[in-house]
Structure formats: C-alpha cells, structure tokens
C-alpha cells in the first residue's frame, strides 16, 4: 500500500518510508514476519529557501500517490485544499502492486506519461542505487532529472501548508496555523501511534500479545477522540487542520478494510455516533471526499497482503451508500476553511470513477 515499514515486509505502512511500498520482499511476508515502521530514508525538503537544493518550483516536480494508501492520501487532500493541482502534478499509481513494488499500469503502455518509468522504483534508483527499505508512496519525484526527491510522509504535507505558499490558490485555508501547531501536533501525535500506525500493528502482528496490545490502543485513542469531537467539529480550532486530514484518511478506510482484514473489530466506525458523523462530514467537504477511490482501498488492502488474505478475495462490502447521509456536524459551528474557501471541483483527470465512491 503505502510503503510500510523500514524493515517490514514492505507494502503495508511505509515499506520504508512511512506510506506503503514494496521492498525486496514478496506480499506474501504479510503477517508472517514482525512489523516495524522505519522513518523516511529521503527525507529532503521542498522549501521556499531551498535549505536542501530543492526550491519550491511550479511543474517541476511530481507527486507520485497510491489512492489506496492512507499515507498517500494525506498529500492528495492536502493538496486538493490548498490549490495545488496546477503547481505539482500527480501520478496515481496501481493499486495492485507486485513484488517490484507500484507499477503504472493504469497509464497507456504502462508507463508514467510524465516520467517515463513502468516503476516507481525507478525513480528511487536513479536517486540511490541500493536504498534501504522499500519504494513506497507518497513520492516527490524531480521530473528534469528523474530522480526521486523526498518520501517522508511525515513532513510532506506540513510543507505543502508552510513552504508552498506562494503556490497555494486564492483562499487557501491555513492548515497549521502556527498558533495552534503545539496543539496540533500533540493531537497528532496520538492519533499516528495508536490510530494512524495502531491499525497496521494489529493488522501484521505476528503473535496474539502483539495484537491484542495494538487492538487495545486503537480502540483507546478513538474512545479518547470521539470524546473530544462530542462538543467541536473540528480536532483543534473551529476549522480543518492537519490533524483532522491525518484522523480522516484512516478513518474514511476503517470499516472497508481495517475492521475485517487487520481484524480492528471492537466496532466499526458506523457504531460510533460521533466519529461516524465526523468522518461523513469530511467525506462530504471538497477536498476530502473527491481524494477516496474505495475500489483502490479494497483491492489494493486484500490482493496484495496475500500474507493475510492468501486467497486475494476482495469483500463485496461493505455498503457506502451511508457516507452521503446527513451528517447534522455543522450543527456544531466551525468555519471548515476558516478565513478561506473551499477548493473548486477536481481536475476531470482526476476524479474518482463511479466504482471507487459511494
């Protein structure tokens, strides 16, 4: 998926950066082998001084996502958000990889019409011959050279929001508003160790302890959120943040893939009121909503974590027609965009085709 873990098998979490990509081991070393998320290895920045040789620039650079991956899908709403579509382009990758990692089949002739490159590992090469850990998404790939820039996951979106300004479109909403980044990344600490990262530990772990701690700490953090969305709208402030972007990709995965395959079956999602509610108002808010491919999510989770699903079965469900329900949340006040606008429609090249939504 994204790219899970330094030393993990590889798909699942960040194989090696943070978001899910393939290693050198096959999709079959899924729930067989200890998960461990390692950090990014390249984790250069894009920023407005260029401080690592990498100047904020306008098309010269690619933002390589998985819409499967929940990591990946951090970037695709933040840059739906803050008008960058213009500005850094994308690459959507098959959501079924194989044990070379994201390929671009879905692309004429199975190559990037950008980049040029059948695989993403590729780019990874012409960046470092032998890296350590997988190839995983989201990438930022420098298209004049071809070389791979940055997949940290951690810190890609954060300078979306702080180094990418002067890109951002007319009415951008600030997403980590520096009053309120303590606050922030407070929130978001917890909701990565025992939501974001919680739900893989349980889905890979090896040994029955191993889950049952995990199983444990996801339940505990969403208890501990939907206690503290019961009376706001939003995790910190009256208005979209960061935080609620790294909640919502999680969130928006859970009952279609998290609940059965990495068997978080406390409860699902649509059992809790608020969190339900919470996650349907986001779905619905331009930005979030029109970032989901649920057919990549669930194809991607069940035929390439053989591992787990050795039979590569993909569940019919479960139903979606509840995430265009209303929501009742605005009830609650809040500005989603505060002092901003909402984002206008996707570009018609990326909009999600009718068996990806609801």
């Known amino acids: 998926m994204d790219g899970t873990a330094g030393t993990d098998p590889g ?3 960040p194989g090696n950066g943070g978001s899910e990509g393939n290693g050198a081991n096959s999709n079959t070393a899924y729930g067989h082998r200890p998960f461990r998320r390692s950090k990014s290895h390249f984790t250069d920045r894009i920023t407005a001084d260029a401080r690592d040789g990498w100047p904020v620039e306008a098309g010269r650079y690619r933002l390589v996502v998985s819409r499967a991956c929940p990591w990946a899908s951090r970037a695709l709403v933040s840059r739906r958000l ?5 500005a850094l382009s994308l690459a959507v990758a098959d959501p079924v990889q194989d044990d070379r990692s994201w390929r671009f089949t879905l692309d004429e002739g199975g190559r990037d019409p950008v980049l040029g490159i059948r695989f993403l590992s590729e780019a990874y090469d012409a960046r470092e011959k032998d890296h350590p850990g997988g190839v995983s998404v989201p990438a930022i790939v420098d298209i ?11 810190r890609l979106t954060l300078d979306f929001a702080t180094e990418w300004t002067a890109l951002h479109r007319p009415g951008a909403p600030d997403l980590y508003p520096e009053p309120l980044r303590a606050e922030i990344d407070e929130v978001m600490e917890g909701i990565y160790q025992d939501v974001n990262n919680g739900v893989y530990r349980a889905g890979f772990a090896t040994g029955q302890r191993e889950y049952e701690e995990a199983f444990r700490d996801v339940f505990r953090r969403l208890e501990l959120l939907s206690e503290r969305l019961s ?5 910190v402030g009256d208005s979209i943040t960061e935080a609620d972007i790294r909640l919502f990709t999680t969130l928006v995965r859970f009952d279609a893939v998290y609940h059965g395959h ?11 009121p608020v969190l339900w509610a919470y996650a349907r108002d986001l779905y619905r808010t331009p930005g979030f909503g029109d970032t989901v491919d649920f057919d990549h999510i669930k194809r991607h989770y069940h035929r390439v974590h053989t591992g787990i699903n050795p039979t590569g079965i993909v569940p019919a469900g479960p139903d979606l027609s509840g995430w265009l329900t209303p929501h009742h949340r605005d009830q609650l006040g809040g500005r989603p965009f505060g002092d901003g606008t909402p984002p206008g429609p996707p570009p018609p090249a990326e ?3 009718p068996a990806g939504r609801p």
């Open 11 to 13: 798909s699942p979490g």
């Open 82 to 86: 803050l008008g960058l579509e213009d």
């Open 144 to 154: 004049p050279s071809g070389r791979l820039v940055a997949n940290d996951y951690q």
């Open 351 to 353: 909009r999600i085709p």
């Open 262 to 272: 990495f068997k978080c079956n406390l409860r699902k999602l649509t059992e809790d």
């Open 231 to 235: 009376d706001r709208r939003y995790l």
